[in-house]
């Protein structure tokens, strides 16, 4: 077990997604174990499979490059309905059935997050440029869990589609890769860690085995020599990234009881990024 000399007082920015958004899993219990020993747990999540789900419904084809999904007008209006909405809302419910605070956020939120348009062939998704952490410190200082949405205001930018100064709410949000924002949010508060729950063991090299620790300079090149692909790449971006700022980047098996509380803990688990 973790003890509260081991955690009070810091920063952990945890992103899940995936096999860790379902029932049956230890994320929510673990991240308020950690929350009780007096850290400072931010929970940034995907929902990628929700959406999926939804666009299906719709008629929708989902489109994925790179990693990202292709977001039209009608799958950014579903996807920020899904995120900001159903997911977000079911995780602070989730928390609030184990008796702790948490406080529903999307990276609009205070002009938490800003992005200009990512590539055209992507359409409405998003690149950080402007992050703004006030109102998660400010709720961090009060004592609540944030649980923040991945979508970002429409910065000004040239690069913007050609409507996107029309005045409808869905064209003044993009949607934003919920790892990135991860990243991006933890590299802004200056977060001791970095945890992605994924559904692997951590990264793999290029005969399947795990890789417990690699520099940034190590990251760069498994990503560079196409051993890192999918959506394990913006994972390994985003903890090289932050580390400017940040403790240390962790890639983790979030389906493994415990594994959160043993990160934080020190031990060895998953792929750890300095």
């Known amino acids: 077990m973790v003890s509260s000399g081991d955690v009070s007082g810091k920063t952990i ?3 899940i997604g ?5 029932e ?6 673990d991240i308020v174990d950690l929350w009780n020993r007096g850290a400072r747990p931010v929970v940034v999540h ?6 999926s789900q939804w666009v299906a419904m719709q008629g929708i084809q989902p489109e994925f490059v790179r990693g990202l999904r292709k977001t039209d007008r009608s799958t950014l209006d579903v996807a920020v309905a899904v995120l ?11 928390f609030a059935a184990h008796d702790a605070t948490a406080v529903g956020l999307s990276g609009v939120s205070g002009g938490m997050l800003k992005a200009n348009v990512k590539d055209e062939e992507l359409g409405y998704v998003g690149e950080v440029v402007e992050t703004d952490t006030t109102t998660v410190d400010s709720l961090l200082n009060s004592g609540a869990i944030p649980v923040i949405a991945p979508i970002a205001l429409l910065a000004a930018s040239p690069e913007a589609p050609d409507d996107a100064e029309e005045a409808t709410p869905s064209t003044r949000i993009l949607n934003i890769n919920a790892d990135t924002s991860a990243g991006h949010i933890a590299r802004a508060l200056g977060a001791d860690r970095l945890v992605f729950q994924t559904d692997v063991a951590g990264v793999l090299d290029a005969t399947r085995r795990l890789i417990p620790r690699m520099t940034k300079r190590q990251a ?8 890192a ?3 394990m790449i913006p994972k390994i971006e985003a ?14 098996d979030g389906r493994e009881a415990g594994a959160l509380l043993r990160c934080c803990a020190g031990e060895d688990i998953g792929t750890r990024i300095t």
């Open 13 to 15: 920015v945890i992103k």
């Open 18 to 22: 995936g096999s860790t958004l379902g």
């Open 24 to 29: 049956g899993d230890s994320t929510v219990p």
């Open 46 to 51: 995907g929902g990628g499979k929700v959406i």
């Open 84 to 94: 900001a909405g159903l997911v977000n809302s079911e995780l602070v419910a989730e």
């Open 220 to 227: 760069y090149d498994l990503i560079a020599g196409g051993i």
């Open 229 to 231: 692909a999918g959506g």
């Open 239 to 252: 903890c090289a990234d932050a580390l400017e700022t940040v403790g240390s980047g962790h890639i983790i």
